[in-house]
């Protein structure tokens, strides 16, 4: 794939980028783990004054990065400026909690005599460059959830980013060196995806992180797994949305509205299969279907948007293929499962309709398969137990949405679902505090709060022997 700017609104090419050569990788590569040896002996306070000086000027330039995110994948510019505020709070937030987040951690005593110790402790160290491989659809936002913990545990980054983003993937660097982080800390790779595997196998590069598709997951697992390297996955999502009669449909149905289009429909946990009990199936059904037609799609730099673009021209492709099979095989289309008629400025772009799907069986592929834009389907269910049933029937496990107001059904949820997070009577969101990934085909590992930072980090057990006269370390 070139690495290039193109405007998924009208399919302009705005500026291409060499990849890096060999020699530049390895001048770069180099330069990472000559930064890892100071920054790993630095202290939570001065990396935390640089994390906080970053989150300062990413605040400051939040219009013009969101523009050009807008520009590079297509996403609604308040949703960029939205990202951006996101990125800073996540800064800040690891800024300020780093330090407790890997405190040591104290066995209780009768463990540590048991243990044969006078004394026991266990020492979060950092384990390197990390080699982060990410996507394009938060292109901030992916990379800070990364960037900030690694930082802030002592580890330096080495960015690869998606191939149509290079512009955000410079951005980033050039606002880690403003903020002060020592030259090596934080690099963006202008490389594409066939220079991943010598990166893998570089012994310089400790461990990495890839959020993407499974295809690229499988490939760079199977890399890390050979030269025994940790990995952390964040792939592919087909989220339940399941509501319940118990439920306040009314807001139910709004917020499944945001739930599937947001970002245009491309993201990991946007809700993609709505799973409605059949005494408010049909109100669902028709409420939902007519807030998806009237979504305004256009332009994503215009305000007025709530649905621009896909951000590739392969990714529209690949979902018109979706949709097509399943109406072959019978389901049928409540509306959209066409890109936008005429005026011709969209006609330009790689626009595609607000889709919602019923009638949908296991024998069509998106029932298996993640549709990355705004399509939309739905199941009739009878009971709790077919809603969980249904839920599952899926290869991916990231998080869920579940609509019910009894408590009973709430514990049953919790206990039944196969995924990374069940979220009651909203849809799923990420936030610092709060850890985020999968199960099944969503990849593994978690990003943030304290168990994304302790990822990348060497849980080093520290045991002084219990003879009298040995002092601590
Ligand atoms: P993608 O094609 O897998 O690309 C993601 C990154 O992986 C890009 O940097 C890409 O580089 C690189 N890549 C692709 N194939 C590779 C390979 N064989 N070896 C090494 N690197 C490879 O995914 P995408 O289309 O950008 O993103 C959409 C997917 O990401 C969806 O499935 C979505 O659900 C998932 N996603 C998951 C999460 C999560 O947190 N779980 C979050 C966001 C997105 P090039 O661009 O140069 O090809």
New binding site residues.
């Given amino acids: ?1 070139a690495i290039a700017t193109v405007n998924p609104a009208n399919g302009e090419t705005l500026k291409t980028f060499d990849a890096l050569g060999p020699e530049e990788t390895e001048r770069r590569v180099a330069a990472a783990a000559a930064a890892f040896r100071h920054h790993r002996t630095t202290g939570f306070a001065e990396r935390s004054q640089l994390l906080l000086r970053a989150a300062e000027l990413l605040d400051d330039d939040c219009d013009d990065i969101a523009r050009t995110m807008t520009t590079e994948m297509g996403k609604p510019l308040a949703a960029a400026r939205a990202e951006a505020a996101k990125c800073a709070k996540a800064m800040r937030w690891y800024a300020r909690n780093a330090e407790r987040l890997l405190a040591d951690e104290h066995p209780p005593e009768a463990e540590v005599k048991d243990a044969g110790a006078s004394y026991a402790r266990v020492h979060y160290r950092p384990l390197g460059v990390i080699l982060a ?6 292109p901030l936002w ?1 990379v800070v959830r990364f960037a900030a913990p690694a930082l802030m545990a002592g580890n330096v980054g080495l960015l ?5 983003v290079p512009q955000t993937a410079l951005y980033l660097e050039d606002l880690f060196r403003r903020a002060g982080f020592p030259e090596g800390c934080f690099q963006t790779l202008l490389v ?2 066939d220079a ?1 595997e010598s990166l893998l196998r570089d012994p310089r590069i400790a461990a990495a992180t ?4 499974e ?2 997951g499988r ?2 697992a199977a890399i890390a797994g050979d030269e025994v390297k940790k990995t952390v996955l ?4 087909s989220d339940p949305y399941v509501v319940m009669p118990s439920a306040d449909v009314a807001r139910a149905i709004r917020t499944a509205v945001t739930a599937r289009v947001q970002n245009n429909g491309q993201s ?1 946990i946007a809700a993609k299969r709505f799973i409605v009990h059949a005494d408010v199936y049909d109100a669902f059904a028709e409420r939902f279907t007519a807030l998806m037609t009237g979504l305004t799609v256009g332009d994503p730099m215009e305000e007025s948007t709530d649905v621009g673009p896909l951000a590739t021209e392969r990714g529209r492709a690949d979902l018109e293929e979706l949709v097509d099979d399943a109406v072959r095989r019978g389901a049928t289309a409540l509306c959209g499962a066409r890109r936008p008629p005429a005026p011709a400025d969209l006609s330009r772009g790689w626009y595609y309709e607000p889709t919602v799907l019923a009638d949908v069986t296991p024998a069509m592929r998106i029932h298996h398969e ?1 549709a ?1 834009g705004p399509v939309a389907v739905l199941y009739r269910v009878r009971d709790l137990d077919e809603a969980i049933e249904v839920a599952n029937d899926s290869p991916f496990g ?1 998080s869920s949405n579940v609509w019910t107001r009894d408590e009973d059904e709430q514990r049953r949820f919790v206990r039944d679902m196969e995924a990374g997070g069940v979220f009651f009577n909203g849809m799923t969101a990420s936030h610092p505090a709060l850890p985020f990934g ?1 199960v099944k085909r ?2 593994y590992g978690r990003e943030l709060a304290g168990h994304g930072i302790r990822e990348f980090c060497n849980a080093t057990t520290v045991w002084h022997a219990a003879e009298p006269d040995r002092g601590r370390s």
Avoid: D, I, Y
């Avoid at 690869?160 to 149509?164: L, T, Y």
């Avoid at 890839?210 to 598709?213: E, I, R």
């Fill in positions: 794939m491989v990410m996507p394009w659809n938060f992916q690869k980013h998606a191939s149509n594409g995806s991943v890839l959020t993407g598709s295809p690229a490939s760079v964040e792939l592919g999502g990991c993640e990355f990231l999968g969503s990849g």
